[in-house]
């Protein structure tokens, strides 16, 4: 691993940095006027000798511009593939980090910046803690990310690049997570980590998925698959449709389908097994690959909240193999244009093991894809 940065770093000078390209990839635009706006407003947002509210102000617009109103088209040779008609992919790989976690990332930096904090604490095995990087170095905030000591993660560069300070931590993901809490805790810094008192600010960004496919459908689809680790993207967007519906905006509430690795997540155990809670699984049977690595969880911090959306809308839940996993990303990139990781696919195989169980009817079906390559 690189050599740790000096946790003290913190660029607010506002030099064009080449970590802020990352901003526009995959957005629709990609023109100058653009990247010098998301460049001025950085200045403004990172640098404390401007008064909190223009920060703030400069922040959001960062925000609203970079993060969310992903794509979501159809995928007609899916639909073709699986003989289910009106299958739509919501695409979460065109946030600037390639992942949803931008949602949550940018969602708790900016509460951490309303609330006075100066520093931000999260642990990771990649994905998010290059998220919250991001976002706290567009913020001028310190940013203290925790990381298992056997995890060898490519996205580590990227963290560092971003003026972020690494801790390796002799510990699984579970274990590095407590630490990370303790930090925060113990220096007062913002607790990014799922399950900690900020859940509710997570669940709030992540109900933002619900809302954009209400925007391009004008209703709640049938159901919405996603792929599950610790089950807070999932309890998220139920929640966002639980507002909708509640508010008159859809029609029906959709089946919440989850998928995950094969017996490696205790949301999809607890489902399969009718228990009334998640339950810890033995850490040592749970076996790491590269194509799980994003969905195995022993402990799913925010399961408890996911099982309840998947049973209290009616839905599905089932294990997906690694075999699987890699052909349905080989099949969204060969037929669909799309890029993306083979363990974001798990929620739209689950939807294809139901519709094969149950022979779902014609209706319009929502995929998340959490992330690309």
Not at 59 to 83: H, L, P
Not at 133 to 156: D, F, N, Q, V
Not at 277 to 295: F, G, K, S, W, Y
Request: with cysteine.
């Amino acid at each position: 691993m690189s050599e740790i940065k000096d946790e003290s770093s913190n660029n607010t000078n506002g030099n064009t940095r080449s970590t802020e390209l990352a901003l526009l990839d995959g957005a629709i635009s990609e023109t100058t006027e653009i990247f010098t706006d998301i460049e001025t407003q950085k200045r403004v947002a990172a640098s404390p000798e401007y008064p909190l509210e223009e920060r703030l102000e400069a922040y959001e617009d960062i925000f609203e511009s970079q993060v969310g109103d992903t794509a979501m088209n159809r995928a007609r040779n899916i639909e073709r593939e699986v003989g289910l008609r009106q299958i739509y992919l919501k695409f979460e790989g065109g946030n600037p980090t390639g992942t949803q976690k931008d949602r949550i990332a940018f969602a708790q930096v900016m509460d951490a910046l309303r609330r006075g904090f100066d520093a931000i604490t999260v642990a990771t095995c990649g994905n998010y803690g290059v998220a919250v990087a991001l976002a706290s170095y567009l913020a001028g905030m310190r940013c203290i990310i925790y990381i298992p000591e056997s995890y060898r993660t490519k996205r580590i560069a990227e963290i560092e690049e971003l003026d972020a300070h690494i801790e390796r931590v002799p510990a699984d993901y579970e274990g590095a997570v407590e630490v990370s809490k303790q930090r925060a805790k113990k220096d007062e810094i913002y607790d990014a980590n799922p399950g900690g008192e900020n859940t509710a600010v997570q669940l709030r960004a992540y109900g933002e998925i619900a809302y954009e496919i209400y925007d391009e459908l004008r209703d709640a689809p049938v159901s919405v698959s996603v792929p599950v680790s610790n089950g807070t993207t999932l309890a998220g967007i139920y929640r966002g449709f639980v507002s909708l519906y509640r508010r008159g905006k859809t029609s029906r509430m959709p089946k919440i389908i989850a998928g995950s690795s094969f017996r490696k997540n205790p949301i999809i155990q607890a489902f399969l097994k009718n228990l009334p809670h998640c339950e810890d699984l033995m850490a040592e049977q749970i076996q790491e690959t590269r194509v799980n690595e994003p969905l195995i969880n022993w402990h799913s911090i925010d399961g408890d909240y996911a099982l309840e959306a998947i049973r209290k809308s009616g839905g599905f839940a089932s294990f997906v193999s690694d075999k699987n996993m890699m052909y349905y990303s080989r099949i969204i990139r060969e037929q669909e244009g799309l890029n993306v990781l083979p363990a974001s696919t798990a929620g739209l195989i689950s939807l294809v093991n139901s519709h094969r169980s149950e022979n779902l009817p014609h209706d319009r079906y929502v995929a998340i894809i959490t992330g690309r390559k």
